[in-house]
């Protein structure tokens, strides 16, 4: 209302102001008279308006004012993480920000071996042997939800066979696994493939038939406890005879502390196993290579309606130098007969030649020797040494199985971290052998050699 009333006081004041002609007519006196007129009807109007907002309760318009700059755009931050990220680890790894990954995996040994034994021992699968020791091929990553996953395979042999095949669930130090993996024995069954010491693993992980198999575990993993336990069947690539539905329960305890740069690693695990509608077992490894099928010590197949067995496992690395062993006893539960104790073990020292270099250790386990100077940044990469005692005892109870020691040494050169060569040779000497020679002695030597050639990413 104030305003349309000023309007009408304003349109008024024009109405009795002087026409041009007229104001050309004025002397000074009378325009500057007629200024003064035009001021004070200003004021009154300013006047009048205020109180009219006073008796109608409305604020005085502000005061004009400049208009508010526009904020320039904020560029995007040069931090943030991206959707998907691609790192390189062997071969590369996807992770995506909401929590997925994806890596392929794989591995390729290629073995050659020769066997030195009496005559009439290896027969035809002695001399030298050529083998794809492993290939393996398949991936690994995570689920959102604390989701794992792991399928893979060795395409080696005419058949495909399957390795790990699970899916794991965690989210702190306790993790549940379902499917094909390794149940809980030895310090040396335990660690990969990839990073142990000698071409292949002591003998008594071969006799006692230690494999993945399809099972349930959990695993509680702390700063210096491991405890790992689960229930299991059979190999996933024996499951489908209607026989193979053994069972069997398995743990392991490992204190892991470390004491400045010193490792150490104390453990034990069991074993238990009801043999079910297959009641029979045989332990028979192979004599320290993997190219020829005899076994020189071997049980043969005996009547068994369940086995236990128990484990002590010892470790410490302290720089480049680590030393480790371990002893287990497999005992064959026979209804009507003694029970048979079979005793395996080993004692090993290592040293890791090149400075600055050693042997890692990682969750209960002995991890991948990476040059600190690899080949490709002009470095010698890593070279160790290593020497282990290996001993087998299959003879118990009324059954002579043979004993088996060997003295074994090999040489380790890692050129890059995913890449590395082995060569090993090992004394063997046997008493009581289940293969003679062709004199009928049962108490003899051998001698093999083995080079390995290795890659995985």
């Known amino acids: 209302m104030r305003h349309t009333l000023a309007a009408a006081l304003l349109a008024t004041s024009m109405f009795c102001m002087p026409t041009p002609a007229m104001a050309q007519a004025m002397s000074p006196e009378e325009a500057a008279s007629l200024r003064a007129e035009l001021a004070a009807l200003k004021a009154q109007v300013q006047t009048l308006e205020a109180r009219l907002d006073a008796a109608t309760g409305q604020p005085a318009p502000p005061p004009a ?41 794989g591995r390729m040994q290629i073995d050659v071996t020769s066997i030195d034994a009496p005559a009439g021992v290896t027969g035809t699968h002695g001399g030298v ?129 470390k004491f400045g740069d010193a490792q150490l690693h104390l453990g034990g695990s069991g074993h238990w196993r009801n043999i079910n509608d297959g009641p029979a077992v045989r332990y028979a490894p192979r004599p320290f290579i993997h190219t020829t099928n005899s076994r020189i010590v071997d049980t043969g197949t005996f009547t068994a309606s369940s086995e236990r067995g128990l484990g002590l496992e010892a470790a410490a690395m302290v720089g480049p130098f680590h030393v480790s062993g371990e002893g287990f006893w497999q005992t064959a539960r026979r209804p009507g007969f003694a029970d048979p104790t079979f005793f395996g073990g080993y004692a090993e020292i290592g040293y890791v030649l090149t400075g600055g270099d050693a042997r890692t250790y990682r969750d209960g386990n002995f991890d991948r020797l990476a040059p600190s100077r690899p080949v490709n940044a002009g470095g010698p990469g ?54 003679g020679t062709v004199t009928g002695d049962r108490n003899y030597s051998a001698d093999a050699f083995g080079f390995r050639t290795q890659i995985d990413f």
Request: net charge negative; glycine share 10%; no cysteine.
């Open 65 to 105: 004012s400049a208009p508010a700059p526009v904020p320039a755009p904020t560029p995007p931050s040069v931090t943030a993480k991206p959707a998907t990220e691609i790192a390189w680890k062997g071969a590369p790894e996807i992770k995506t920000a909401d929590g997925w990954s994806f890596k392929p995996r």
């Open 129 to 257: 042997g050529t083998e794809m020791r492993r290939l393996f091929l398949g991936v690994d990553g995570k689920i959102p939800g604390g989701f794992g996953y792991r399928v893979e395979a060795d395409l080696a042999n005419s058949a495909v066979e399957l390795t790990d095949v699970y899916l794991t669930y965690g989210t702190g130090p306790v993790t549940i696994t379902a499917g094909q993996h390794k149940p809980f024995w030895s310090l040396d069954e335990q660690t990969s493939d990839l990073f142990t010491t000698m071409m292949e693993r002591a003998a008594f992980t071969q006799a006692f038939g230690f494999e993945r198999r399809v099972g349930l575990s959990g695993q509680y993993r702390g700063k210096t406890l491991l405890v790992q336990g689960g229930v299991f069947g059979d190999n996933a690539n024996d499951l489908l005879a209607d026989s193979d539905n053994a069972v069997s329960v398995d743990g392991r305890v490992v204190w892991m502390p």
């Open 382 to 435: 890593a070279i160790e040494l290593n020497a282990r005692y290996d001993y087998l005892d299959l003879n118990d109870a009324g059954i002579v199985g043979g004993r088996q020691r060997a003295i074994d040494v090999s040489v380790v050169w890692a050129p890059i971290a995913y890449v590395r060569f082995i060569a090993n040779y090992g004394h063997l000497m046997f008493d009581d052998a289940a293969i």
